[in-house]
């Protein structure tokens, strides 16, 4: 499936963290078709295209209500790679509905009626046609996640992103037997994610009804490579997913009885968390399939939100116990008090958004997570930093994918235009032999 690790060179990249990194050109091609599939949607539905695949790949056509051909850049190139499992729109579309009765009929061709939970995402399941090849020479069974990013169309994703507070990385709850259980992105102390993001992806882990991790418990193999992708919103979060898995595998609080190498290739990540989160999930490269995150050098999302230093960002770094430290505490305190202020604020606005929805963490005993038990603690930073081995595609000014052409704001965000500059042929690779 996945010949090669290979690292990138060429006109159109312009250099990787550690030059020891292994990134696979193919496998990065392959996954942005998910992405395509996912985040084209609104593009589709406009100009005319089914969202849905048929058996081996390929998107039926409906007629355009603008008689004219709809773009072929919006259809997901899957060919017959992938098996696909699980489709969370295609789900809605067979009539499932949440039990609210404010909620439009599901439609697996509008991205505003096909989300779940309080952002409305969605997420994709397919196994690989042929086996990888593990590091020991043993062939296991390959597994994508996709998560979908944000839906224009659809105000609940939209609202996910507006929420870039910070929240503590780690945080201890209470099932609804009284258990403890330790919800973790990140161990480092310090480590701050995205609060709209985090709970977004506790939301796709345990939805009561279409839950990541009932889908995977389910799958047949003990021995298994899982990548995660996703583009721009969905990029951050398959980033906050990965970080997750990692620590509940190796707690064994979930998927018990499996052993999973992760993996992730995502594209278009705006910012998942603070420095400290970023230094947490690099470090744990080594234990895993590699985390790549490619980025588009035009594209402005990468860059938000916004990274603010303050002064408490540097006194972490000295000796707790010197005065240069305590004289920065001391000149940093107010605004360190404001900014936990309007944090805890606006996680509680976060908490009334998202309700009284119960998270079923264990399906077969039944054991729930209710939203207030999910409320993390506020943080304080805004020191907001990407996260991942760095791929920066070399942007093309000119490119004009899209329905706008070069006029679209966000023509360089598009998982189309990204598609374009992977493809290019001056793209080369060297295999580490």
């Given amino acids: 499936m996945f010949a090669t690790h290979s ?28 992405a ?27 007629p355009s209500s603008g008689g004219e051909a709809p773009a072929e850049s919006y259809w997901p190139q899957y060919h017959d790679r ?29 991205p505003s009626r096909n989300g779940f939970g309080p952002f409305a995402n969605a997420w994709i399941l397919a196994r690989g046609r042929k086996p990888n090849v593990a590091s020991d020479g043993e062939d296991l069974p390959t597994y994508v996640v996709a998560i979908r990013g944000t839906v224009f169309s659809s105000a609940p994703s939209v609202v996910e992103d507006l929420f870039a507070n910070t929240i503590v990385a780690s945080h201890l709850a209470k099932d609804s037997f009284g258990t403890p259980l330790r919800l973790a992105f990140a161990q480092t102390p310090g480590g701050e994610i995205h609060a709209g993001f985090g709970y977004a ?75 400290l989160f970023a230094a947490d999930f690099d470090r744990m490269h080594e ?57 805890s604020k606006l996680d509680r606005e976060i908490m009334n958004f998202v309700g009284s929805e119960d998270l079923l963490l264990d399906p077969t005993s039944q054991a729930f997570l209710g939203a207030k038990a999910c409320a993390f603690a506020p943080g304080w930073s805004r020191n907001f930093a990407p996260a991942g081995t760095p791929v920066w595609l070399t942007g093309d000014p000119d490119v004009s994918d899209g329905p706008n052409g070069g006029s679209d704001p966000f023509v360089q965000h598009h998982a189309t235009t990204y598609r374009t500059l992977l493809g290019r042929d001056e793209l080369h690779v060297r295999s580490h032999k």
């Fill in 82 to 110: 992938w098996q696909m499992l699980v489709d969370t729109r295609l789900q809605y579309a067979d009539g499932v509905k949440r039990s609210t009765d404010r909620e439009p009929s599901w439609d697996g061709d509008d």
């Fill in 7 to 34: 690292t990138v060179h060429g006109s159109s990249v312009m250099g990787l963290r550690d030059e020891f990194a292994r990134f696979d050109v193919a496998t990065a091609r392959e996954l942005l078709e998910f």
């Fill in 201 to 275: 992806c506790l939301s796709t882990l345990f939805d009561r009804q279409f839950g990541l991790v009932r889908a995977l418990e389910v799958i047949p193999e003990s021995r298994l490579n899982v990548l995660l992708t996703g583009h721009s919103q969905g990029a951050a979060m398959a980033t906050l997913l990965h970080a997750f898995f990692r620590y509940a595998i190796a707690d064994n609080r979930l998927l018990k009885g499996k052993t999973i190498v992760l993996g992730s290739y995502v594209f278009a990540q705006p910012k998942p968390g603070n420095a």
């Fill in 287 to 343: 234990r895993d399939g590699g985390s790549f995150t490619v980025n588009n050098s035009l594209d402005p999302v990468p860059a938000l939100p916004l990274t603010r230093q303050a002064l408490d960002d540097l006194s972490r770094e000295l000796p707790r116990a010197s005065w240069i430290d305590k004289l920065i505490n001391a000149i940093d305190r107010p605004a360190r008090m404001a900014r936990r202020w309007f944090s």
């Fill in 36 to 62: 395509v599939d996912l985040d084209a949607q609104d593009d589709r539905l406009r100009m005319g295209v089914d969202t849905r695949f048929e058996a081996g790949g390929e998107p039926r056509l409906r």
